[in-house]
């Protein structure tokens, strides 16, 4: 899986043969060890290049291999042995040196990329660090602070950067491989002794403790509960403070302890989920590799507030004509203004030209005439959609495609409206649409192959995660966060405050706790959707009766705190306060504290400890549990969808995989006997009732996650 041919007469050219990205698997790197062995003992060679295969460096150690009995070579030997070679070794890196592949590359004595190469150590996102001894050299080579930076965060830097801060010799525009072998050629017989990056002292900088500090207070706040970003400021500090040597044994410590921790499992396991969804496919047989997406040059938007607003942004900055529609004058001018900010400050950060011309605007819904495909954003209001569906089948060209952004409404009901339903889809964006990453594609019953490949393709172009997901109330994200929401108000009724509740979601590592991200989003959105289905009673102030509805339990504290306007940071109070409407930073408020006794005293409900494993127990168990009645229907294709929608859409931490994989790491029997436990404490909360579908998984031995399509597709064969 690697080759040595001779070129110009005395370059050794080493190619790794591991399609696509040339990953560092058993073969590869036995490959490397026999090819070097022969270039550093074949007279003929005076130096050599590597190189990888099909335009692409090496895309690091091969990941698919962490999870079985590893055999072959190991990296560091290999490593050390390109370096500790007498012959001039010159890394020649196309497309990506990522991981172990820039590790490899560092071993060598010169690197000269393309410039649109990509360079970075990448383990940090993996649930590791670099242990091939890149935590050791790249300090030595760029210093610390540079070094800091890309191992705790693993962002990749482009060719430029990385020649401005010393990782590359050159950077060149034309053939990698012509450019290292010319550069080759000029070095073979050069003194080799100031180019072993092993051998450099490591620069330290003033203040070295408080830096060291500094980054590591900096990394505990931004990882959540995370390991590994840690473990990289440690094993930097060794290569600051200690010998090579010494620093190399530090380095294989960490990686002993990060390596076989759940949380690498859980980040390795994201990193193929989110690969996977890509490769989606729906109950009536569409698939991403059959079905063809048409091209989508001009799309509109209707209604520009909070979402449509940001699904423009999007659509822009990809590249697309964007007609923009709004009915009421007031919303067009502050959207218009709204708009032109997030575009210019994205092409700040990119360091392009805005590409405002690329959006018109209208106030009538007929300049959407000879458009593709069109966004609806408008209120939550399924007769205002309605009439839009009428309206839009009537005015489009056609095989214009219609799609949604509701958050929960039926999308076959929306697609009956239409002379062609087949050309209705949901694409369920998240605020701020122009930023997170995710997007929920809704197949609806009739929705064609050519429909959801389309909104697939689009999603993947505006550089979102796409989740092709079925039609139900809520979908996936939202249908799932009903019950954890349920759980969080109940555990109030109970005895526990928004502070206990958020601190413990905020320990397990959610970026926000449930009553944080309520006052975020505004409360009056959950408290509409509750007027429409009928759950909404004011006026029943106390009694058992007054927390049930249609037949279930039902806690009114979120009517109750809307009836008095308390709608969340747009209002200035919520489940917390903050300093005025609009204001970001939440506060404990006593007001609240003392409406919640009240509340108590009133129902007749008698506070209770409750502690962080209750709260995670409740809340989280029930979320998972509609996770399992969502693979049940067939609502999402498997797991690694849920848990992806989970981890780009409601800021589950990525180490801890998304809820399935959670589910799986607790122990589903766990899972199930605490399920059956709460339910029998609270008889009147069927989402505590254990799914079936978790039942049989359990029945079945619990098999890992990447089994559990086995157990579905025979349940739904019975069915
Ligand atoms: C005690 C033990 C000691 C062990 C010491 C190990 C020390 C180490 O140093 C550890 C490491 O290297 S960890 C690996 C670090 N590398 C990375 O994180 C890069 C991951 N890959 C990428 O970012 C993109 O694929 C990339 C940018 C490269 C390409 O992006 P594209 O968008 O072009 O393509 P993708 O769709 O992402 O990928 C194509 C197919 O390749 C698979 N793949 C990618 N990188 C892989 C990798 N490193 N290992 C295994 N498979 C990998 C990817 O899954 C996809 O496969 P399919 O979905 O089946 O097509
Ligand atoms: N706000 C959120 O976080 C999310 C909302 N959604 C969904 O996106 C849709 C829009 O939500 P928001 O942007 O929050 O609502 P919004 O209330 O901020 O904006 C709706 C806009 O649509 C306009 N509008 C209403 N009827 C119209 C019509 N017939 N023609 C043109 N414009 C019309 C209104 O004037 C208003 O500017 C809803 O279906 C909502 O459920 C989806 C994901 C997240």
């Given at each position: ?32 060890v ?41 990296l ?14 010159v ?16 071993g ?19 649930g ?25 965060t ?18 060149t ?13 000029n ?36 990882a ?23 620093g190399l ?9 990060l ?37 989508v ?71 959407v ?11 939550e ?18 095989g ?16 009956s409206q ?13 605020a ?30 505006m ?15 939202n ?5 954890y ?33 309520s ?22 102030a ?69 502690d962080?494993?209750?709260v995670?127990?409740?809340?989280l ?26 981890v ?59 089994k ?9 064969s019975?069915?």
């Amino acid at each position: 899986m690697a080759q040595l041919s001779i070129v110009s007469g005395s370059v050794g050219l080493i190619t790794l043969q591991n399609p696509p990205v040339n990953a560092l698997s058993a073969a590869v790197r036995q490959g490397i060890v026999d090819t070097v062995e022969k270039a550093l003992s074949d007279p003929k060679v005076k130096s050599v290049v590597i190189r990888g295969q099909n335009g692409v460096f090496c895309g690091g150690a091969d990941i698919k291999e962490f999870g079985t009995k590893m055999t072959g070579p190991h990296l560091i030997p290999m490593i050390h042995a390109i370096e500790a070679g007498n012959k001039p070794m010159v890394a020649a890196i196309e497309g990506s040196a990522l991981g172990g592949g820039l590790e490899l590359a560092l071993g060598c004595h010169y690197r000269v990329a393309h410039s649109k190469a990509r360079l970075g150590l990448p383990e940090v996102t993996l649930g590791l660090l670099p242990a091939a001894a890149g935590s050791q050299r790249l300090p030595r080579l760029i210093g610390v602070p540079a070094a800091l930076n890309l191992i705790t965060t693993g962002r990749h830097v482009t060719a430029a950067e990385a020649l401005q801060l010393g990782i590359v010799d050159q950077v060149t525009d034309h053939d990698t491989v012509d450019t290292a072998v010319k550069f080759a050629l000029n070095v073979a017989g050069q003194s080799l002794d100031a180019r072993r990056i092993s051998t450099f002292p490591c620069p330290r900088p003033a203040e070295l403790d408080a830096l060291f500090e500094d980054a590591m207070q900096k990394v505990r706040k931004s990882a959540r509960g995370a390991i590994a970003p840690v473990a990289c400021v440690q094993a930097v500090r060794a290569a600051a403070t200690l010998p090579y040597a010494e620093g190399l044994e530090r380095e294989r410590e960490l990686m002993a302890t990060l390596f076989n921790s759940g949380q690498a499992r859980a980040l390795q396991y994201c990193f193929f989920a989110q690969r996977a969804v890509g490769r989606w496919s729906t109950p009536s047989g569409a698939r991403w590799d059959t079905s063809k997406p048409v091209p989508v040059p001009k799309a509109a938007v209707i209604g520009l507030g909070t979402m449509g607003r940001g699904i423009a942004v999007a659509l822009a900055q990809t590249g697309l004509s964007v007609v923009a529609v709004e009915t009421q004058e007031k919303q067009m001018m502050e959207a218009k203004q709204a708009v032109s900010g997030m575009l210019e400050r994205g092409a700040k950060r990119r360091g392009v030209a805005p590409v405002s011309d690329k959006i018109s605007y209208s106030g009538n819904i007929r300049a959407v005439a000879d458009v593709d495909l069109v966004i609806e954003a408008v209120f939550e209001d399924m007769a205002v959609k309605e009439k839009l569906f009428q309206q839009l089948s009537a005015i489009c060209k056609p095989g214009a495609l219609l799609c949604t952004n509701t958050s929960a409404l039926d999308v076959d009901h929306l697609a009956s409206q239409t002379r062609n339903p087949e050309l209705v889809v949901g694409m369920h964006f998240f605020a701020p649409a122009h930023v997170m990453k995710l997007l929920e594609v809704v197949y609806g019953r009739r929705s064609s192959t050519q429909a959801v490949a389309t909104a697939m393709q689009l999603g993947k172009k505006m550089g979102k995660v796409s989740v092709a997901v079925g039609n139900c109330r809520g979908f996936v994200g939202n249908r799932m966060l009903k019950p954890y929401i349920e759980q969080a108000f109940y555990l109030l009724e109970e005895g526990a405050t928004p502070e206990l509740v958020d601190r413990a979601l905020e320990e397990f590592g959610f970026s926000m706790g449930v009553f944080r991200m309520s006052d975020l989003s505004g409360l009056d959105v959950g408290w509409r959707v509750r007027k429409g289905d009928g759950l909404v009673e004011p006026g029943l102030a106390s009694g058992p009766s007054a927390r049930v509805r249609q037949g279930r339990r039902y806690s009114p504290l979120g009517d109750l705190l809307c009836e008095q306007g308390r709608f969340g940071q747009k209002t200035g109070r919520g489940w917390y306060q903050y300093e005025k409407p609009g204001g970001r930073v939440a506060r404990s408020d006593p007001w609240l504290h003392s409406f919640l006794e009240g509340y108590r005293a009133r129902h007749g409900l008698v506070a209770r400890r409750i502690d962080h494993e209750e709260v995670l127990e409740r809340c989280l168990y029930a979320l998972i549990n509609e996770g399992f009645h969502i693979l049940e229907d067939g609502i999402a294709a498997g797991p690694e969808d849920i848990d992806v929608i989970y981890v780009f859409g409601y800021g589950w931490p990525r180490h801890r995989g998304g809820p399935m994989f959670y589910a799986g790491m607790v122990g589903l029997a766990k899972v199930l006997e605490r399920l059956e436990h709460y339910h029998q404490a609270h008889p009147d909360v069927p989402h505590l009732q254990p799914c079936s579908l978790l039942r049989r998984l359990v029945a079945s031995g619990s098999p890992p996650i990447h089994k559990w399509r086995e157990v579905i597709r025979k349940l739904h064969s019975h069915l």
